[in-house]
């Protein structure tokens, strides 16, 4: 079974300080992709970084950056100097051949 | 976002009765995806379709099935809608073979089964 876990249903950060969002999964596979999306309020989903899995290489974009161990199948997302246009829902995925899973989400709000 | 849109926004029906979500792409793309968005309980996939008439079950299929009869249309039957299908729908594209890995989501369909 393809499973992806977030254990953190809530989060606060204080503004311009650094948050860790926590995601494992369960797959067998060698080959799989893993995500992490945000969702504001407006609904919409918007994708915040990538890993693909055969990288060791821990996948940044600008202030996001993952923790990737795969081993230990953890995916955690990495979040500097917090702006209020972070609080959002994220969510962590996986993709293994072609069914993508979500994980429940994790709600961060940020402290002025 | 690249060309997805769902029908109808916003639904209120009766339990018991048929309901059809529809998700139309302008792209061409061979993935379509049906996500169900519910409070604690984040996204779950229904069903999705990897070609035309090629489509597969995800977590959450039962009470639902799905049709793909043109690559540009992935549609969503609830056959005999039920209160606890009340929830948020998404449908969702993912582009193969182009370097984009990702999904683009649609708007979303609020239905609430009364």
């Known amino acids: 079974a393809q499973t992806v876990t977030q254990s953190q249903p809530e989060m606060s950060v204080q503004e311009a300080e650094t948050v860790t969002l926590s995601c494992t999964y369960d797959?067998?596979?060698?080959?799989?992709?893993l995500f992490w999306y945000k969702q504001p309020p407006s609904r919409q989903m918007i994708l915040v970084i990538r890993?693909?899995?055969?990288?060791?290489q821990n996948a940044t974009e600008n202030r996001f950056s993952v923790n990737f161990q795969k081993a230990a199948k953890s995916f955690s997302l990495k979040i500097s100097d917090s702006q209020l246009g972070d609080a959002a829902m994220y969510f962590c995925?996986?993709?293994?051949?072609?069914?993508?899973?979500f994980g429940k989400g994790t709600r961060l709000h940020i402290l002025p | 976002d690249a060309g997805i849109t769902q029908s109808p926004r916003h639904k209120v029906t009766e339990t018991g009765t048929p309901v059809t979500l529809r998700c139309h792409q302008t792209?061409?793309?061979?993935?379509m995806y049906w996500y169900r968005q519910d409070p604690g309980h984040g996204l779950r996939l229904i069903h999705y379709?990897?070609?035309?008439?090629?489509?597969d079950k995800g977590e959450v299929s039962d009470g639902y099935s799905v049709s793909r009869s043109k690559t540009e249309d992935f549609l969503l039957t609830l056959e005999s809608a039920t209160s606890s299908q009340t929830s948020v729908y998404f449908c969702?594209?993912?582009?193969?073979?182009?370097?984009?890995?990702?999904?683009?989501f649609g708007s979303g369909t609020q239905l609430s089964v009364l």
């Open positions: 797959t067998s596979e060698s080959d799989y992709y």
């Open positions: 890993q693909e899995a055969y990288k060791q």
């Open positions: 379709s990897y070609g035309v008439k090629d489509t």
């Open positions: 995925a996986s993709r293994r051949d072609d069914k993508i899973i």
């Open positions: 792209e061409n793309h061979r993935y």
């Open positions: 969702a594209i993912r582009p193969a073979g182009t370097g984009t890995e990702k999904l683009f």
